[in-house]
């Protein structure tokens, strides 16, 4: 499929794509829904208004994708239909002023998740870290291989890539014996997919998906190992994970991703009737971690264990609700091999087995100024078109230094 | 301090009270925030409406109280300063107009929060389920008295006092051996007291609470020791909670709770300075469930052995920002005696010690059809008035029945 619009060779955003996002034209204008084509993005708001668009323009004027991801799956793919029509027919001055290039706008957040669940679904992290954490005993516990394990993240750390993080502080273990406030020496990134809630339900069953999952974003778990370890027993991960959540702008749509769409890996022992799939929801989506420009890890997120329709209907069999807008972290991506893992803890064996870098430099954790992008796509190999989500970039900066002299009495 | 309006002997809503709440006089009318007095509440957007109160209307038509915390302390409190003022002079039609009766209006969610932490910071209650769930080791994990252990909860499954809660489906360890899908058989109940956060802020001291606690309520943290029991190892409670969380409807201020704040036990070892406070932060509450009509325990707040205050500064302490409406769980409050534990589980132990009640019936749990209430006020005894919160109430109906058969390959 060819579009006037010039898209640079290998782009993530060819016209078969069309993610969704929310952009700001200036930092004082009212965000607006946009889809990113290339290295431009259609503002819809702009569109509508003209009236090149089947929909209100006050529907595309919004803080979130929340409310379009409400509707279900209907009125964003015929969004994308029309645009897509439109990017594909005879150029028009009404469509082109409502095309920015991409530098000249601000992605904003797309969506405003009223809980996020992450996940623990990797048969490879989830050994990994039982390993590193629990030495001696049994890696996976007994649950993992029924259900998939998953904990409520913090919504209001969420941010959308290009944020700086800041090194959180926390309580950390001391080899004198008294914990002590203090910057975590083990931040860790992890490599993750997040699964945007579409139209409502709960009680769902994971061919469901198909209808109430929106789209998908990658994601970085920014991880403080120390913090982590020292509070995690027994009501799960909070502070050392608390601090900072990354996303990509882009929410590519189940409907873009679903040609890449594959059969998920055997399942031992066979799930319980109520994780049970007729269709296939493993996705054939490369990812990439790259740390101050040098990929340090690449795999392949259809080896999961888990697949999101079955995330999907283990937090909504209680009866909770799934709301538009909710994220649904998939867990670390982890394969096999040493250089397909999804953080620094797995990938340097808790610092053990550091990584040198191009510049000569050693990382166990990450240091202060570094950067780290995900990145993914499905395809590329014509006649497939590339499927891509952009990078999820965060840089570390400094510990922030107390606002207050602690109070010490 | 008098009022015209009549407040009944006993009341928890005499005029020093005053706590916000969200009602609608009818089920299509807009939400609008209320005070709650006596057996009344002041319908603030009415009173803006004629001019008696000295804020927009429009800021008084909201579905939730987050706006006005916001705001912080002050609107808060001139708006209920004004209030006592009206309703404490000469009576006036407008201000008349605008006091419905309790049982003519319909209370919504006072709040709606952006995240949900819950705590584990009665030294009673994490003992006692220590001992239950994991026999024979220490109860109490090294970290518990050096920070208040916490976990975030689902924000989409909290509902208002008054609506019912469905029994909720989970994976269940089985005799046989294969854990599988069916109704909870061990339903709980857990008495806790929900803070809302007010202004927003990040890596607050103690002390801060005072400007970013806007007020209080009860919170039942209903809770499936099964499902729960199978599923929380290594990363905390999900599904075993993730159904529902009721708080009672009226949001009691700090400032109205100021006189009743009293210095919380002594904590050993004295925890780290950022969790120090200048002054007194446990609350002189008395709090008590009752089911079906029966009161089963009673114990008071100020045995908790960490603070609402060291909550906040320990969820914050590591840059995440805790936003208004956030909602921080105390966690169950149990007190030492057997009479005074704050969850079936302990006061039964577990069902080896089953409650009786006053129609000879035995509870090792919840069956359906079951009732229970929170209640929970300060003084009351003159001449201290008595701060109540009303009510956190919720009937246990049947699971539901999934709306398709399972797929079962």
């Given at each position: 499929v060819t579009t006037w619009v010039p898209v640079p060779a290998g782009s993530d955003f060819p016209v078969e794509n069309l993610p969704f996002g929310i952009v700001r034209p200036a930092a004082d204008a009212p965000p607006r829904l946009a889809l990113r084509i290339g290295d431009h993005v259609v503002d819809l708001a702009e569109l509508a208004g003209v009236g090149m668009?089947?929909?209100p323009a006050g529907r595309m004027t919004a803080p979130s994708l929340n409310a379009l991801a409400a509707d279900g799956v209907g009125p964003a793919a015929r969004i994308r239909a029309q645009v897509a029509e439109l990017l594909t027919s005879t150029p028009d001055a009404r469509i082109e002023a409502a095309l920015r290039p991409i530098d000249r706008v601000q992605c904003e957040l797309p969506v405003r998740p009223g809980d996020y669940v992450d996940h623990y679904s990797s048969l490879e992290h989830a050994t990994n870290l039982g390993r590193l954490l629990r030495p001696g005993g049994e890696p996976l516990l007994p649950n993992?291989?029924?259900?998939?394990?998953?904990?409520h993240g913090r919504c209001g750390s969420i941010v959308v890539s290009g944020t700086d993080v800041a090194r959180p502080d926390g309580l950390l273990p001391c080899e004198s014996g008294e914990p002590a406030l203090g910057p975590s020496r083990a931040l860790d990134l992890e490599l993750e997919v997040g699964f945007v809630v579409g139209r409502a339900g709960a009680r769902l069953a994971p061919d469901d998906a198909d209808e109430h999952v929106f789209g998908a974003v990658l994601l970085n778990d920014w991880s403080a190992r120390d913090i982590q370890a020292y509070?995690?027993?027994?009501?799960?991960?909070?502070?050392?994970?608390?601090f900072a959540t990354t996303v990509s702008p882009w929410v590519v749509t189940l409907d873009a991703l679903r040609p890449y769409l594959v059969p998920p890996p055997p399942q031992d022992p066979e799930p319980d009737?109520?994780?049970?799939?007729?269709?296939?929801?493993?996705?054939?989506?490369q990812l990439e971690i790259w740390l101050n420009g040098e990929r340090v890890s690449a795999t392949n997120f259809r080896t999961m264990y888990w697949t999101f329709a079955q995330q999907l209907a283990h937090m909504t069999v209680n009866g909770a609700v799934a709301r538009p807008g909710d994220l649904i972290g998939s867990g670390t991506v982890s394969g096999p091999a040493r250089a397909e893992r999804g953080s620094l803890i797995e990938l340097t064996w808790q610092g053990a087995d550091p990584l040198t870098l191009a510049d000569g430099s050693h990382?166990?954790?990450?240091?202060?100024g570094d950067t780290v992008a995900l990145h993914g796509w499905c395809g590329g190999a014509p006649p497939r078109p590339r499927i891509g989500f952009g990078a999820a970039v965060g840089t570390i900066v400094p510990a922030i230094p107390r606002a207050r002299p602690i109070h010490d009495r």
């Amino acid at each position: 499929v060819t579009t006037w619009v010039p898209v640079p060779a290998g782009s993530d955003f060819p016209v078969e794509n069309l993610p969704f996002g929310i952009v700001r034209p200036a930092a004082d204008a009212p965000p607006r829904l946009a889809l990113r084509i290339g290295d431009h993005v259609v503002d819809l708001a702009e569109l509508a208004g003209v009236g090149m668009l089947d929909v209100p323009a006050g529907r595309m004027t919004a803080p979130s994708l929340n409310a379009l991801a409400a509707d279900g799956v209907g009125p964003a793919a015929r969004i994308r239909a029309q645009v897509a029509e439109l990017l594909t027919s005879t150029p028009d001055a009404r469509i082109e002023a409502a095309l920015r290039p991409i530098d000249r706008v601000q992605c904003e957040l797309p969506v405003r998740p009223g809980d996020y669940v992450d996940h623990y679904s990797s048969l490879e992290h989830a050994t990994n870290l039982g390993r590193l954490l629990r030495p001696g005993g049994e890696p996976l516990l007994p649950n993992w291989r029924r259900l998939p394990v998953g904990y409520h993240g913090r919504c209001g750390s969420i941010v959308v890539s290009g944020t700086d993080v800041a090194r959180p502080d926390g309580l950390l273990p001391c080899e004198s014996g008294e914990p002590a406030l203090g910057p975590s020496r083990a931040l860790d990134l992890e490599l993750e997919v997040g699964f945007v809630v579409g139209r409502a339900g709960a009680r769902l069953a994971p061919d469901d998906a198909d209808e109430h999952v929106f789209g998908a974003v990658l994601l970085n778990d920014w991880s403080a190992r120390d913090i982590q370890a020292y509070e995690y027993q027994p009501l799960g991960p909070n502070l050392g994970k608390s601090f900072a959540t990354t996303v990509s702008p882009w929410v590519v749509t189940l409907d873009a991703l679903r040609p890449y769409l594959v059969p998920p890996p055997p399942q031992d022992p066979e799930p319980d009737p109520y994780l049970r799939a007729e269709r296939p929801w493993a996705l054939d989506l490369q990812l990439e971690i790259w740390l101050n420009g040098e990929r340090v890890s690449a795999t392949n997120f259809r080896t999961m264990y888990w697949t999101f329709a079955q995330q999907l209907a283990h937090m909504t069999v209680n009866g909770a609700v799934a709301r538009p807008g909710d994220l649904i972290g998939s867990g670390t991506v982890s394969g096999p091999a040493r250089a397909e893992r999804g953080s620094l803890i797995e990938l340097t064996w808790q610092g053990a087995d550091p990584l040198t870098l191009a510049d000569g430099s050693h990382r166990a954790f990450l240091l202060d100024g570094d950067t780290v992008a995900l990145h993914g796509w499905c395809g590329g190999a014509p006649p497939r078109p590339r499927i891509g989500f952009g990078a999820a970039v965060g840089t570390i900066v400094p510990a922030i230094p107390r606002a207050r002299p602690i109070h010490d009495r």
